[in-house]
C-alpha cells in the first residue's frame, strides 16, 4: 500500500503534466509514461481518471493496476472531467415522430446510423444525381418514364450509399463523438451499437448499393466505383487538413458523373457531354462546400476543443466572403455546363439565376453564431436551390421535347404533302 501511494503521488505529480499532455492532447487518448528513473521489475497497465486532464493539476481519482514485467508505465487511457462526458443512456430520447419512430425499437439505432431521421444529407446526395439526368435528357431526349425509373434508382443509391458513408464516419469519429454536444448521443458514440455490428452493417450497406449499382448498364459501375476512396477518406481528411469541405464536395457530387452513362449514354463518345459533366461536377463540389461550411459552424466550438479541423475554423472571420466566392463559383459553372449543350434563356434564367438569389438570401440571412439558425439554413437551403436548379433542367428538357415533337409533326406533314404531289401528278 506505500508503494501504490507513492506511486499515485508521482503519477499525478505536477512535473510529469508537459510530458502526460505531449502525448494525450486533450480528452481521451493513449500515451507511454515512463514513471520509475530506474529498471524496475514490473510494467503496471494504469487506466487512469484525471480531474482537469490538460493541466493534470488535480490528484487521480482512481488507478488499477494489472502486473506484465518491464520497467516503466503504460497509461492506457484517461478521461478528463472537464471535457464533455461520455452520454449516460438517461440522456437519449428515441424518436416519437417520423417514420424512424414507427420501426421496432431494436432497428432505431441502425435507421439513426444512416440519419434516416435526418435526411438532408441524403438529399444533398441526391440532387446531383437528379441535376446530371436532367442534364442528360434535355441533350438525349431521354423518355420520361426512363427519367422516372432513373431518378427513383438513385434517390434509392443515395438513400443507402449516405447511410454507408455515416457509418464509416462513425466509425472513425467513434472517440470523439462522445465529446461534440451534436454527435454525443449517436448510435456508436452511446454504445447502443458495437464497432463490431457497424462493420457487419457497413457490409450489408455497401452489397446493398452495389445490388442497386448493377440495375444501372454496366457502364455507370465503372463511373460509380472511384468515389468509395472518397467515402472512406473523407473522415480522416478533418484531422490533417483544414478543408476536409472539399473532400466531402468531391464525394457527395459523383452523381453528376452518372446521368449520361445511367440513360445510356457513351460520354467518352461526346466531348461536349463531357465537358458540361465536368463543369456540372465541379459547380456542384462548390455547392458542396457552401452548405457544408454553414453547416461546420454548428460544431466550431467543440471541433477546437477536439482538434477537429474544418473550413469554419480556418475562415471564421470572413465566412461569409468565402460563402459569396463559393455562390459565385458554383453558378458560373453551371451556367457553363449548359452552354456547353447549347441550353436555351429559361435554364439561366431558373436554374443560374433564380438559384443565385437563393444562395443570396442564405447569406445574407444565415446567424452563423447560432446552431438553429445554421441547422435551418442548411435543410432549407437543400430545397431552395436544389429545387430551383432541377425546375431550370426540367423546363430546359420539357422545351427540347416539345421543339423536337413540333419538327417531327412539320416533317410529318411535308412528307404527306410530297406524296399527295406525286399522287396529283400522275393523275395528271
Known amino acids: 500500500m506505500p508503494f501504490l501511494a507513492m506511486l499515485s503521488r508521482r503519477f499525478c505529480a505536477k512535473d510529469l503534466a508537459t510530458s502526460i499532455n505531449g502525448s494525450l492532447g486533450r480528452g481521451r487518448a493513449t500515451g507511454y509514461v515512463r514513471l520509475l528513473r530506474k529498471p524496475a521489475l514490473a510494467f503496471w497497465h494504469a487506466s487512469c481518471s484525471i480531474s482537469n486532464a490538460p493541466k493534470l493539476s488535480q490528484p487521480c481519482k482512481t488507478i488499477q493496476f494489472r502486473q506484465y514485467g518491464g520497467d516503466g508505465l503504460r497509461l492506457v487511457s484517461t478521461t478528463s472531467s472537464s471535457e464533455q462526458p461520455s452520454p449516460s443512456p438517461t440522456d437519449y430520447q428515441p424518436p416519437s415522430t417520423g417514420f424512424v419512430a414507427r420501426l421496432p425499437s431494436n432497428w432505431i439505432p441502425y435507421a439513426e446510423l444512416m440519419r434516416l431521421d435526418k435526411p438532408t444529407g441524403t438529399y444533398y446526395v441526391f440532387f446531383p444525381c437528379l441535376f446530371s ?3 442528360a435528357s434535355a441533350h438525349i431526349q431521354a423518355a420520361p418514364l426512363q427519367i422516372c425509373a432513373i431518378t427513383a434508382l438513385f434517390f434509392s443509391g443515395a438513400v443507402v450509399m449516405r447511410g454507408a458513408g455515416c457509418t464509416i464516419n462513425d466509425l472513425w469519429d467513434r472517440n470523439l ?3 461534440v454536444a451534436r454527435t454525443k448521443l449517436r448510435p456508436i458514440a452511446r454504445g447502443a451499437v458495437t464497432p463490431k455490428q457497424a462493420i457487419v452493417f457497413t457490409g450489408f450497406q455497401l452489397l446493398t448499393g452495389l445490388a442497386i449499382l448493377l440495375q444501372f ?23 490533417f487538413t483544414d478543408y476536409p469541405q472539399f473532400i466531402l ?32 461536377y465541379t459547380s456542384c463540389v462548390a455547392w458542396t462546400v457552401f452548405y457544408d461550411m454553414i453547416y461546420a459552424h454548428m460544431d466550431i466550438k467543440d471541433d477546437i476543443k477536439v482538434g477537429i479541423r474544418s473550413i469554419a475554423r480556418r475562415h471564421e472571420k470572413e465566412t461569409k466572403a468565402v460563402l459569396a466566392g463559393l455562390a459565385i463559383m458554383q453558378m458560373s459553372l453551371l451556367g457553363l455546363s449548359g452552354s456547353f449543350l447549347g441550353f436555351h ?28 439558425n445554421c441547422w435551418f439554413w442548411f435543410r432549407t437551403g437543400a430545397w431552395m436551390t ?25 416533317e410529318g406533314n411535308r412528307r404527306s404533302g410530297d406524296c399527295t404531289n406525286q399522287r396529283s401528278q400522275l393523275l395528271l
Open 345 to 372: 434563356a429559361p435554364f439561366y434564367l431558373i436554374s443560374c439565376g433564380l438559384g443565385s438569389v437563393t444562395l443570396g438570401g442564405i447569406i445574407n440571412r444565415v446567424d452563423l453564431k447560432s446552431v438553429q
Open 217 to 239: 448498364p454496366s457502364a455507370c459501375f465503372w463511373y460509380a466505383s472511384p468515389s468509395l476512396l472518397f467515402v472512406v477518406t473523407y473522415p480522416l481528411a478533418k484531422r
Open 249 to 280: 464536395g468531391l464525394t457527395f457530387s459523383w452523381g453528376a458523373f452518372l446521368g449520361f452513362p445511367a440513360l445510356g449514354y457513351d460520354l467518352l463518345s461526346d466531348v461536349q457531354a463531357m465537358k458540361a459533366t465536368v463543369a456540372l
Open 386 to 410: 436544389g429545387g430551383v436548379i432541377s425546375f431550370g433542367l426540367w423546363t430546359e428538357y420539357c422545351m427540347r421535347r416539345t421543339n423536337s415533337g413540333h419538327g417531327a409533326r412539320g
Open 133 to 135: 439526368t436532367l442534364l
Open 177 to 179: 463523438d462522445p465529446y
